[in-house]
């Protein structure tokens, strides 16, 4: 039998899904030499795991497609309702129980490889491999584990946030204008490096740009600068866009425009 790379090894995973948790983990170990200690053993346990699900798997489809005691063939899963999945008509009940075992060693296999490659993320977010954590949590999301993909950027988000905090906090409406390009540059990071899974991202950044925006009104007032007519600095300084954190980057995008243009 001739294995095509997108043959579904069982009823809910294709090999070149399998086998991806694998190359994943093979790129890790061979692209810096210096990985060593935890990462390397989770790399390793990774490893372990995804040749016991395809062990699970194979064994799982090899019975689903070989004939019964009486000639019968299992039943692709899914194929009528009500029909458990490899489920032979005919079949005796020790067959259909080695199939029912078989799928449910690969699912558990499954499990584990996915469980392998959180603790695998937690890793990489504790080193700041934060590239290979958005590649991770991409993978998982392609391998229909939206959920785990969804708690690896979460965690991600919050390690980022972590990085800007400081800088976040020294946002006040009376910044002098050395500080003010700065805040904006903090700000465009977190909008640009937080994944949008992170709870409340957007409420946050656009919680800061009231006294962002009121800080740069202060340094045009002082200077004497004249208030373009369609300027919305004063607008978003007095709190007018705070119910409306979809729109942060283009409100972000209009202070940033005004304050290059006039106190530049």
Sequence with gaps: MTASPDRAVSPYLS????VRPAM?????????????????????????????????????QLLDASPGSDGSVGVSPG??????PGVSFGAGAERQAELLEAYADAAMGW???????????????????????????????EAGEVRVATDLRIQLGGAIWATYRDRLERITNTMPAAEIGGAIAALRAVLREVPEDYPD??????????????????VMKNRGIEMPYDSRVEHIATGGVAKYPDIVTTSLDELSAEFEGACR
């Design 24 to 60: 994943f983990a093979y790129r890790l170990l061979a692209g810096d030499a210096e990985r060593a200690g935890r990462l390397a053993a989770e790399c390793e346990d990774l490893l372990h795991l995804t040749r016991d699900l395809l062990t699970a798997a194979g064994r799982a």
């Design 111 to 141: 499990a584990k490889v996915v469980g392998g490659l959180a603790a695998l993320g937690g890793t990489l977010v504790e080193r700041g491999d934060w590239d290979e954590v958005r590649r991770l949590a991409g993978l998982l999301q």
């Design 15 to 18: 090999l070149r899904q399998a």
């Design 201 to 218: 991202r957007n409420r946050e950044v656009n919680r800061l740009l009231a006294p962002l925006a009121a800080a740069i009104h202060a």
């Design 79 to 84: 194929v009528s309702p009500g029909v458990s």
